[in-house]
């Protein structure tokens, strides 16, 4: 089906810079949008960025102008720019893909296994 490669995650100082990547691959006919999502420890998930294959992007208020989420149609990738990172934003980023597959009708969800964030202060 698909699966979902995260990397870009480590360790930074309050108010540095990390780039995540998220590379999709197998029987892909087509990824309708592709997100990221995070959950910090003993809280649930939460969207941070999603993207559509238009480019149409949805922030989460607490990231809005920090983090830019961006997309390669053609490598089937993600991206989430995080700039200004505030310990706050610590926590597991999970990438995401709405996705049609090869044999298979409608679309589906598909995660990744995550990448660590954690910014000291």
């Known amino acids: 089906q698909v699966q979902l490669v995260e990397s870009g995650g480590g360790l930074v100082q309050a108010g540095g810079s990390l780039k995540l990547s998220c590379a999709a691959s197998?029987?892909?006919?087509?990824?309708?949008?592709m997100g990221w999502y995070r959950q910090a420890p003993g809280k649930q998930r939460e969207l941070v960025a999603r993207i559509t294959s238009e480019d149409i992007t949805k922030y989460a208020d607490s990231v809005k102008g920090r983090f830019t989420i961006s997309r390669d149609n053609a490598k089937n990738a993600a991206y989430l720019q995080m700039n200004s990172l505030k310990p706050e934003d610590t926590a597991t980023y999970y990438c995401?893909?709405?996705?049609?597959?090869?044999?298979?009708?409608?679309?589906?969800?598909?995660w990744g296994q995550g990448t660590q964030v954690t910014v000291s202060s």
């Open positions: 197998g029987s892909i006919v087509s990824i309708d949008a």
């Open positions: 995401s893909a709405l996705a049609r597959v090869w044999g298979f009708a409608g679309v589906d969800n598909y």
